[in-house]
T-cell receptor, first 115, second 112 residues
Framework: AQKVTQAQTEISVVEKEDVTLDCVYE???????LFWYKQPPSGELVFLIR????DEQNEISGRYSWNFQKSTSSFNFTITASQVVDSAVYFC????????????WGAGTKLIIKP | EADIYQTPRYLVIGTGKKITLECSQT?????MYWYQQDPGMELHLIHY???????EKGDLSSESTVSRIRTEHFPLTLESARPSHTSQYLC???????????FGEGSRLTVL
């Protein structure tokens, strides 16, 4: 069965610290996609990244980076030099190619960046 | 910037009222979804549609109904609102080429 686990319910760090949000997934499909979304206090969901199961290269986008490891079924998200504006709930999600792109969502990790 | 719009953004109504939450997208996406979410909590799929005249119930049981008469429009209706319906409702559509889910800004419903 598909499943996405974000074990960290809430993380609180001081501004400028690096922080990693964990995401572990379960799937039987060999073709699947992984996503990260950000939900700031305003409530909208903002797409951050999509990664397919055949591309294990790590990705860096500014202060954001993602570490995809199929061996451990993990797709972790790191924010370097965190800023107060990074405070949000972050969701990891999984979809299988054969499931018509229906996303399975993790429970979310609330990230609090203190000034 | 996603071209998916929800109205109203905020709504406070009394118990027993009928309401319709509107969702429209201009991207030509066939697949559309409605999620229910309490603030900062997990998203729950309540309805989805794979195209015109196609609607299905999601993982979370909901007393709401949906319709898909046009590709761009996917409204959600509550025939008789109750306080337990108080939540945020998020509409989304999928780019079939990338699998990316585009979200509207959400409709925050409060039923008194």
């Amino acid at each position: 069965a598909q499943k996405v686990t974000q074990a960290q319910t809430e993380i609180s760090v001081v501004e400028k610290e690096d922080v990693t949000l964990d995401c572990v997934y379960e799937t039987r499909d060999t073709t699947y996609y992984l996503f990260w979304y950000k939900q700031p206090p305003s409530g909208e969901l903002v797409f951050l990244i999509r990664r397919n199961s055949f591309d294990e290269q790590n990705e860096i986008s500014g202060r954001y980076s993602w570490n995809f490891q199929k061996s451990t079924s993990s797709f972790n998200f790191t924010i370097t030099a965190s800023q107060v504006v990074d405070s949000a709930v972050y969701f990891c999600a999984l979809s299988e190619a054969n499931s018509n792109y229906q996303l399975i969502w993790g429970a979310g990790t609330k990230l609090i960046i203190k000034p | 910037e996603a071209d998916i719009y929800q109205t109203p953004r905020y709504l406070v109504i009394g118990t027993g009222k009928k309401i319709t939450l509107e969702c429209s997208q201009t991207m030509g996406h066939d697949k559309m979804y409605w999620y229910q979410q309490d603030p900062g909590m997990e998203l729950h799929l309540i309805h989805y549609s794979y195209g015109v005249n196609s609607t299905e119930k999601g993982d979370l049981s909901s007393e709401s109904t949906v319709s898909r008469i046009r590709t761009e429009h996917f409204p959600l209706t509550l025939e008789s609102a109750r306080p337990s319906h108080t939540s945020q409702y998020l509409c989304a559509s999928t780019d079939a080429n990338t699998g990316e889910l585009f979200f509207g800004e959400g409709s925050r419903l409060t039923v008194l």
